[in-house]
């Protein structure tokens, strides 16, 4: 049974005018799947084979780092290349979240308006997991309508902000001249994610010392897959450093083309994706499942009173759910 | 079969000597926790009903907030009302994460020694979640060890360092006068997981502007179960706010004794904690079976061709996991 066959008439439409390049049947199919509406996942079960060919840029760092307006000013290098892009932003502070393209922001003001360009702000309540799945299903979206590049633009420079930008091919990590904390904070952090280094805002002070100071750290951690990040002064409001950072997005994306590395990285994406996919499932199922409900309910009430550990409690309700065969499970004794 | 059945000798002595008061077996058994050794489950479901004594402090916010010098100033205030007290740092840039106790941060050295107080940094490699998990297990091992009051240090005011502090009965967020930005783009997270907070490095300009503005953000959400988070300006270096931080926090804990908050909200985050091992189990089961990595890792294969999605690849993992009574599930047909 195909997952699209239960998929309503209304949103079937939707989705032939969105593959047909109907921007706004595109943005009402993001807010169906946003919602978690139960026609999503036979409608990304659909599109899915028209997308995978968009290359997808994370961009992460810090609140203040001006990402914003470095996205703002590669949409405007890839869009004069004749590129079509869409722009993801998971960050609430992001002026692209705050309607900016209606005009409330001069320096996104130009942007509003282009065919080719489409934005997207994702809303954040809820868990940060289930936002970088909703992440990654957008940009199937957008990806299979037909925008070659795709910025996803996340807040943060946290280990689970990471996440958000880790099932992006190429991670621009963005930073400026007071970033020094973060750097100490999160050096393996960043060594681990950061395709591209730009240090904005570098007509402060101290910007020389954070660049050759990141080069250090680079320099001393050893080269992930054969590419060494490389580190870009930008001053973003002014328009510097814009082209270099996009220069080095294609060079990256030259280092992932050859030698498979960018089947070998989408792999390893994919792969958690569908583990986390089906252990949601079973957790719907099971945990939606009264008996089992209950059976957690009463645990948790004995777990508060001391009397079961959570440990304990784990064991028996996943002993419980599994034995496929109606026979118990004994393969765990411990 | 207790789960303490399979410990091995040498463990079932450590945790002996830990319940006995011995800070160096306490010192091992966090190790062999953290090492997700096959004993951890077993020494822990054994030490819980021990545990739960605790208050459990939660402090969090951005690289170089100043929040291991305020760990260190309310460590001192609690000591001298002679609380036993447990600090892990889930923060790899606090001087608790590099031997300062050991001597080489003169804030702390007079911390060192003291046989009440117990410090431990946690290895921040590896996902987040699993990272939050383990916390949540090391709090529990220092809660029966005795100690009355646990102080976890967690960087970031990103969405899942949250996820580390929100395990804790109280949160204290700490941020200075330059984190205008961070409030900005947090705004709504910080309400939902600050108890307290505190405006650090208060000497500086803009501190009273971020108190202010807190306070107005503080007052334009609905307070949350009763509370309305208290605003503490604080020179953390000085030792200025420190009483005043622990005093908000008295204040929180007599809060949530009243009308059974503690419960509740305990509740809620072993309810969390228990629904995630169910699937972790679950996952390392049956991602460990042959014939189902196997099946995932030619799905994977056929999603990077595009000929399947990892929505119908995930339905259909979990579809050929469950059915317990071998029929295969049709609940959910789509």
Redesign the interface.
Known sequence: ?S?Y??VSGANRRLVEACLGGDRYALARLITVVEDCD?DA??I??HV??R??GALRVGVTG???AGKSTLVAGMVRGLRAEGRRVGVVAV???SPFSRGALLGDRIRLKDLAGDPDLFVRSMA??G???G?ARTTREVCDLLDAFGLGTILVET???????L?VASAADSVVVVLVP?S???V??????LMEIGDVFVVNKADRPGADRIVAYLREVIDAHPARDGWRPPVVAAVAQEGAGVAEALEALVRHRAHLAAADRL?AR??AV??R???E???????E???GDAAVARR??E???R??R??E???????E??DG??????ER?E????
Do not use: W
Request: glycine share 14%; proline share 9%; charged share 30%.
């Open positions: 049974v997952l066959g239960g139960p996942e036979g990304l079960d899915f084979p997308a995978g810090p609140p203040g960050d609430p502070s954040t309540r868990s940060l997991g936002l807040v943060g420079v946290g280990q689970s902000e996440d007071e020094g904390d973060e100490q904070a999160m050096k393996a952090g089947a989408r792999r994919v792969r994706d569908v583990e996919r089906v252990l949601r499932i079973l957790g199922r099971r945990f957690i309910a645990g948790v009430d777990i508060l001391r009397e550990s959570p440990y304990r409690l784990a064991r309700v996943a759910i599994e034995s496929p065969r109606g499970t393969a765990h004794p411990r």
